[in-house]
């Protein structure tokens, strides 16, 4: 059986986040999407990395943005992986699991991140299994100025009700809810639109709980793929599709 749900950056209680090695366990696990994070380097090469600077998952120090690609894959991850690029990961899960490319775009601080983040999709034959995603919603409404076919979803950490107009415009229909920020109410505006309801972070039995009782139709993010798999498998209610 798949496995409804996001593996945020992989499987990262078990795996450095946002490596091959944890991506290949997110598929591993039968799971149907998996989140992964944008950034460019210095020499403008689409890597994958969630925090801006290097320091907290590698040997080195410094920002993405001022590291070159050569650079960066000097760098060790947890000791052990090398920092993918965009490339190597959609080559990796060609064919295998939907992906939500989250692109770490703020303000301006990575000119040409969009283009060239669907210049590696249209290059790995990833289109149709991927959707572009991001807190920076100039960012996603520019992937759609660049793309009028390519899935977009908007991430947020509070409630929103005023978006729907907005994301409508630009043909968005994911909306990724702080899970503490998710009511009923929003819940509902949310579905009775046809928007994909995206709660994150689901990794407590409370919080999984908490899904299957008032939101089961709702595509989780989680860290605790093993947690969510076996509450999957012993809850009918979320076997949506």
């Not at 996001?6 to 950056?9: G, I, K, S």
């Not at 991001?134 to 100039?138: A, E, K, M, Q, V």
């Given at each position: 059986m798949?496995i409804?749900g996001?593996?945020?950056?992989g499987y ?8 091959l ?8 696990m ?6 992964l994070d ?7 090469i ?8 290097v320091e907290?998952?590698?040997?080195g120090?410094?920002?993405i ?13 947890k000791?052990?992986?090398e920092?993918p690029?965009?490339?190597e990961?959609?080559n990796l899960?060609?064919g295998?699991?939907?992906?939500l ?8 601080l990575?000119p ?5 983040t669907?210049?590696v999709?249209r290059?790995?034959g990833?289109v149709?299994?991927s959707?572009?995603i ?5 960012s ?13 979803g ?5 409630s929103?009700p005023y978006?729907?107009p907005f994301?409508?415009e630009i043909?968005?229909?994911f909306?990724?809810?702080q899970?503490?920020f ?13 928007i ?6 689901v990794d407590t039995?409370?919080?999984m709980?908490?899904?299957?009782a008032k939101y089961?139709n709702a ?6 793929l093993?947690r ?5 498998h ?8």
């Open positions: 798949k409804r996001v593996a945020h950056r990262p209680v078990k795996l450095p986040e946002n490596t090695s944890s991506y290949q366990a997110a598929c591993d039968n799971y149907t999407h998996l989140e944008v950034h460019l380097s210095k020499d403008g689409p890597v994958l990395m969630h925090d801006y600077s907290r998952m590698t040997d120090k410094g920002m943005r001022d590291l070159t690609l050569e650079e960066l894959k000097r760098l060790r991850v000791d052990t992986e920092i690029t965009l490339e990961a959609l899960l060609k295998k699991i939907s992906i490319v989250e692109l770490k775009q703020a303000g301006d990575y040409g991140l969009e283009e060239k669907l210049e999709i290059k790995t990833t149709e299994q959707r572009m991001g807190f920076d919603h100039f996603v409404a520019r992937m759609r100025e660049l793309d009028k076919n390519i899935r977009l908007m991430i947020c950490s509070g929103m978006v729907f994301m409508k043909d968005c229909d909306l990724g809810v899970l503490r998710l009511t009923p109410e929003y819940e509902n505006m949310i579905e009775e639109r046809g994909i309801s995206g709660p994150w972070p039995l409370a919080d709980e908490l899904i299957a089961p595509l989780i993010t989680t860290n605790e093993g969510w798999a076996d509450f999957y012993s809850h009918p209610e979320l076997h949506t599709d």
